[in-house]
């Protein structure tokens, strides 16, 4: 849920900032401590924070959290889904992309190794099984790469699981895919396609020719995704994350190309 909603609201009282047993809880706010800050784009940062022990999230897949942050006295809330598989132990990792204007991005933006934040849920998901689907058609744009991140490695993990995955991240340009070695790690399985579109992209000669075949430049209009349908292996079901505008547009062209709304699923 990488594009999440956030709402702001006065800072609590003191003595109700969460609890520091490190036990993710819904209700009540916990404490952990940032262990690495990576920059992966321009405005893109992966942080890793430590569990206790060997200690799990033990998310459902998909599952999000829910960060806490204040900013001039205004508490501010907002939903990520962690990109580590659900039982890494010991850690989770989550991506974030900071706005210019964004409350809570002016929070994210001073974090630094050791600093503690405040994290609660988990909540909602995919309700997924092993083999339960033909093929998944996996729609993130951006951020909305996080929720799919360990629906694709739990199918990956899992020798019995014989899913088809076709994943389109969309991004501005070629430099602004988030994990490419992951991704690029993930298409080497047999069952799993990755295909990227560049929207501000306008030739694909500089790339890399291992990504030549499988990106288009412009945008995941009608007709491309219409293409790209076609050649699933099997007739899909549809995951979309990304901003309301483009996951409005996803929904749109699904059902266009035959694809009907219980056979698709929005974070």
Not at 31 to 36: D, E, Q, R
Not at 189 to 218: C, D, F, H, M
């Amino acid at each position: 849920m990488g594009e999440g909603q956030s709402k702001a609201r006065q800072k609590l009282p003191h003595g109700e900032e969460g609890s520091n047993n490190s036990e993710l809880n819904p209700d009540t706010f916990t404490a952990f401590n940032i262990s690495s800050v990576e920059q992966l784009t321009e405005d893109t940062y992966q942080y890793r924070f430590e569990l206790p022990g060997n200690s799990s999230l033990r998310l459902r897949l998909g599952q999000h959290i829910v960060l806490r942050g204040v900013v001039d006295g205004l508490e501010v809330q907002r939903a990520y889904t962690p990109i580590s598989p659900g039982n890494a132990e010991g850690y989770f990792e989550v991506l974030i992309k900071c706005y210019e204007a964004g409350l809570m991005s002016q929070y994210i933006k001073t974090w630094k190794k050791g600093d503690v934040v405040f994290w609660r849920g988990p909540f909602g998901g995919f309700p997924y099984r092993p083999n339960q689907h033909g093929e998944l058609l996996m729609l993130a744009s951006g951020t909305g790469l996080a929720p799919m991140l360990p629906i694709l490695q739990s199918i990956t993990a899992d020798e019995e699981d014989e899913t088809f995955v076709t994943l389109v991240g969309c991004f501005p340009t070629f430099d602004s895919i988030y994990l490419r070695p992951l991704l690029q790690d993930l298409a080497r399985y047999w069952n799993i396609r990755i295909r990227y579109v560049l929207s501000q992209e306008t030739s694909l000669e500089k790339l890399p020719w291992s990504y030549q075949e499988n990106t288009y430049a412009g945008r995941l209009d009608e007709g491309l995704l219409k293409t790209i349908i076609n050649s699933c292996r099997r007739k899909p079901f549809a995951l979309l994350c990304g901003s309301s505008a483009f996951n409005e547009d996803m929904k749109r062209y699904l059902k266009a190309a035959g694809i009907e709304e219980n056979s698709w699923f929005v974070f």
